[in-house]
């Protein structure tokens, strides 16, 4: 059973499936400034520059240099995406309101075909996010309980794992109490253990926003992509996915190796956050390390983008999740892919980080 978070994930889209799991990706990276950096449009692959041959010891050949692509996409001038600089303080970043553009585009590898379409999105509020995915010992600080995973990390700067999205949404209650502000949840119909067994039946007023409330809170997906891309489009933050002609092996992605942990240099295990490069607004691990839960359900299709979207709970026992873990392929852990698992599972790859919306 401690492997269940992983049993349980789900990679979803219409690219390709593959024993029972199907992907669905985008793309992120870093911005210097908010201007327009290598903006071209993507190769009719979607990757950097085309296929690479690659043997399944991740031999690298004459792999491309990785160089992300800054916002806007082409077709989407119109929206305006703020500047991209490190607001930190401690273990948070402050990141701006702001247009940007989430999804992946057309021609990217493994993009989902139904459920990663690009579309603009509007974030009306500023908002603070944790800088790494939240410790063993920031568990133990808000809870008062003994962090219980992953065992590959054990040190007090781990992220922790072992938590469903119950545990999570908890914890963020917790420590809206501890700190005089309203807490964005009501779990409603809830039995067993935090960290342990804890489950619930849902929350009341699933509909209402979070995007409104005053504590913290999960992000929703709209909120995770924003701050992983950093004002750029390309598929990660840090340059462009390398395609290869064996999707089934574990093969090295250069702009990966320079900002996540993944199968081709974790070592099958996760790792203290921050030990990588962060992105523009100075978040580290917002791809790759643990998957992290996001506030919303599993949908099915693209974001429908405009304003602050998909920012209630609602009731689907299937939540969203962002940044598949330390053990999976470039191609899954693109930042426009979608990932989900039930809200009771816990398992060693999963983690969360908490974010807060601001007063304007």
């Not at 983690?351 to 807060?356: E, I, T």
Request: with cysteine.
């Amino acid at each position: 059973m401690r492997h269940y978070f992983f049993l349980a994930l789900v990679i979803f889209g219409s690219a390709c499936k593959s024993q029972g799991i199907s992907s669905e990706t985008g793309g992120a990276g870093t911005i210097a400034g908010g201007t327009t950096s290598n903006g071209g449009a993507p190769s009719a692959s979607g990757g950097a520059g085309g296929a690479v041959s690659g043997a399944a010891d991740g031999g690298q050949g004459n792999l491309p240099e990785a160089t992300p692509r800054y916002h806007p996409p082409p077709g989407f001038e119109s929206c305006i995406h703020a500047e991209v600089t490190p607001d930190c303080s401690d273990a948070w970043c402050t990141l701006p309101p702001s247009c940007f553009v989430m999804g992946a585009p057309e021609g990217e590898w493994y993009r989902g075909q139904d459920s990663q379409e690009q579309k603009a999105v509007i974030l009306t509020h500023p908002i603070e996010v944790q800088r790494k995915e939240l410790t063993r010992a920031q568990w133990k600080d808000i809870t008062g309980l003994d962090a219980r995973g992953p065992d590959s990390c054990t040190d007090p700067a781990c992220p922790v794992s072992m938590v469903s999205w119950w545990d999570a949404v908890h914890a963020a209650n917790l420590l809206s109490e501890q700190q005089d502000l309203e807490p964005c949840y009501e779990p409603v119909g809830c039995t067993g253990t935090l960290g342990q067994d804890l489950t619930c039946t849902g929350v009341a007023d699933p509909d209402k926003s979070v995007y409104e409330c005053e504590g913290y809170r999960l992000p929703t997906r709209a909120e995770a992509e924003y701050a992983a891309r950093a004002g750029t489009w390309s598929t990660f933050y840090s340059g462009d996915i390398t395609e290869y002609d064996d999707s089934a092996s574990c093969l090295v992605d250069p702009a990966l190796e320079k900002i996540a942990w993944y199968c081709f240099n974790s070592g099958g295990r996760a790792h203290v956050g921050g030990e990588l490069e962060p992105n523009g607004f100075g978040l580290y691990d917002m791809i790759g390390n643990l998957g992290e839960w996001t506030n919303e359900e599993a949908h099915y299709s693209s974001s429908p983008g405009g304003e602050n979207p998909r920012g209630n709970v609602e009731s689907n026992p299937n939540r969203l999740r962002f940044s598949p873990q330390y053990d999976a392929k470039s191609w899954i852990v693109r930042t426009a892919a979608l990932a989900s698992a039930t809200w009771t599972a816990r398992g060693q790859q999963g983690g969360f980080r908490l974010v807060r919306t601001l007063p304007d």
